[in-house]
C-alpha cells in the first residue's frame, strides 16, 4: 500500500503530447520530427518517397553524341530540352540510341557553347509533348522505390520526490510537484532525442544487446552521401548554395540550414542586410532567420543547435523526417514506489525511433569549413 496518496497514484499517463510540445519548443533539430504512425516492430521499416532530380550528368561526349548513365537516361525523351549549369544554351534531343543521346543546338540564347562536354550537368528544362499524345508518350517519373529501416530505442527516466520534499510542499499539492518534476524530465529527454537524432548510430536489439536508433550523421554521411567541401574558407552563401543545388538536383527541396551558434553567427554576417527574424511555431531555433535560396528563389531558415558540430553545416530537405513510436510504446509515466519508500517515484518509458527518408537525396553536409571563433575574428580585424 502506498504511503503517499494521489489522483493518478495507479493510472498510467500518455506523455506523448506533452513531449510533442518540449520537443516543438526546443531550440533543436529534434523540433523537425513530426510523429508518425506507429511502428509495428523494433526495425522499423519505411518505403522511401519516389523522387527524381531534374538533372542529368554528361559521362561522355563524341561529337554530338552525349552518353549518360541509366538512372539519367530513363528521365529523357526525344525532344528533351536541356541547359548546361550556369550556361543559358539551349539543347534539344533528336535521337536515343540506348544510352546514347544525339544532340543539337536549339538556341544559343547569347552562349559561344556549341555543345555540352564530359562531365558538365545537364539541367532538364521540359519535354514538349506533340498534337495528340497517347500513353508512354509522358515523361515517366516513377522509379522503383527503396526501403530503409531504423531500430528502436528504449528511454527511460526516473522521477523521484522524497517525504521530505513532499512535507515541503513549495509547489503545492503533490500532483503539481510530480507534474513540475515530469516537465524537468521530458525537458531532459527532448535534449537526449535531439543528440541521438544527430549522432546515434543503429543496433539490432538482441539478448544481451540493447537496441540503438539511427541519426542524421548515420544515415546522410559517408560515400554516398551529399557533400560540399569547404576547402578550409569561411562558411558562405556559395557554399550553401552548392549544397542547395546538390539536393535540387536528386530531386528535394533545401529548406533548412542547420549549423552551430557559431558558423549561424559566420553565415548571417554576410545576410545581415537582408534577414529576416522569424519567430512563429514552425520556425524556432536558438537563431532563426530566413535567407533566399539563389537557386530555387525560396526561403531557407537558419537553425543553430550547439549540439551541431563546429566543423560541419546541413543543407536539408526536412520533409523526410519523422519519429514513430512502438505501438502501445509512447511516451508515458506509471507509478514505481516500491514498497516501503519515503516518498513517491514515477518511470517515464517510451521506445521509439528516427524516419530519414531519402536521406541521400535530401541532406547535404558542407565539411572542412574554417572553425567559426577563426572566421568571426578575421571579420573583426577586416
Not at 85 to 95: H, Y
Not at 326 to 331: E, F, P, S, T
Request: hydrophobic share 40%; net charge negative; aromatic share 6%.
Amino acid at each position: 500500500m502506498a504511503i503517499y496518496s494521489y489522483n493518478f497514484n495507479n493510472k498510467k499517463r500518455d506523455l506523448s503530447d506533452i513531449l510533442s510540445t518540449v520537443i516543438k519548443d526546443e531550440p533543436r533539430f529534434i523540433s523537425n520530427f513530426k510523429t508518425v504512425a506507429e511502428a509495428t516492430a523494433q526495425k522499423h521499416e519505411w518505403l522511401e518517397d519516389q523522387i527524381v532530380g531534374r538533372s542529368v550528368a554528361a559521362v561522355n561526349v563524341v561529337n554530338s553524341t552525349v552518353t549518360f548513365d541509366a538512372n539519367d537516361i530513363a528521365k529523357l525523351k526525344v525532344g528533351t530540352l536541356l541547359v548546361v549549369k550556369n550556361d543559358p544554351a539551349l539543347f534539344r534531343i533528336t535521337a536515343i540510341n540506348g544510352n546514347d543521346c544525339t544532340f543539337e543546338l536549339a538556341g544559343a540564347n547569347g552562349s559561344e557553347k556549341a555543345m555540352p562536354a564530359t562531365g558538365d550537368v545537364l539541367n532538364i528544362v521540359s519535354s514538349p509533348m506533340a498534337e495528340g499524345s497517347v500513353n508512354g508518350d509522358g515523361e515517366a517519373t516513377v522509379h522503383q522505390s527503396n526501403s530503409e529501416y531504423n531500430y528502436m530505442q528504449i528511454f527511460r527516466k526516473d522521477i523521484v520526490l522524497t517525504g521530505s520534499a513532499l512535507a515541503i510542499n513549495v509547489y503545492g499539492s503533490i500532483e503539481n510537484q510530480i507534474n513540475r518534476q515530469t516537465a524537468f524530465a521530458l525537458g531532459e529527454l527532448a535534449r537526449d532525442l535531439n543528440r541521438v537524432a544527430l549522432f546515434g548510430v543503429r543496433r539490432e536489439p538482441g539478448a544481451n544487446v540493447r537496441g540503438e536508433a539511427g541519426g542524421l550523421y548515420s544515415f546522410a554521411s559517408g560515400l554516398k552521401g551529399l557533400s560540399v567541401d569547404g576547402e578550409g574558407l569561411a562558411l558562405d552563401s556559395f557554399m550553401i548554395n552548392d549544397a542547395a543545388q546538390n539536393i535540387l538536383s536528386e530531386g528535394g527541396e533545401p529548406m533548412q540550414i542547420l549549423c552551430s551558434p557559431g558558423q549561424a553567427r559566420v553565415l548571417s554576417n554576410e545576410y545581415k542586410p537582408s534577414l529576416q527574424i522569424l519567430r512563429s511555431d514552425e520556425r524556432r531555433g536558438a537563431y532563426v532567420a530566413t535567407i533566399v535560396n539563389e537557386i530555387s528563389g525560396r526561403g531557407m531558415t537558419i537553425m543553430a543547435d550547439p549540439d551541431v558540430p563546429d566543423s560541419d553545416v546541413w543543407v536539408m530537405d526536412t520533409a523526410g523526417f519523422g519519429l514513430a513510436n512502438l505501438k502501445g510504446r509512447a511516451i508515458s509515466d506509471i507509478d514505481a514506489t516500491p514498497q516501503g519508500f519515503d516518498g513517491i517515484k514515477r518511470m517515464a518509458l517510451g521506445e521509439l525511433t528516427f524516419e530519414f527518408k531519402n536521406a541521400k537525396q535530401r541532406l547535404c553536409c558542407i565539411h572542412n569549413i574554417k572553425p567559426s571563433a577563426d572566421a568571426l575574428k578575421a571579420m573583426r580585424n577586416a
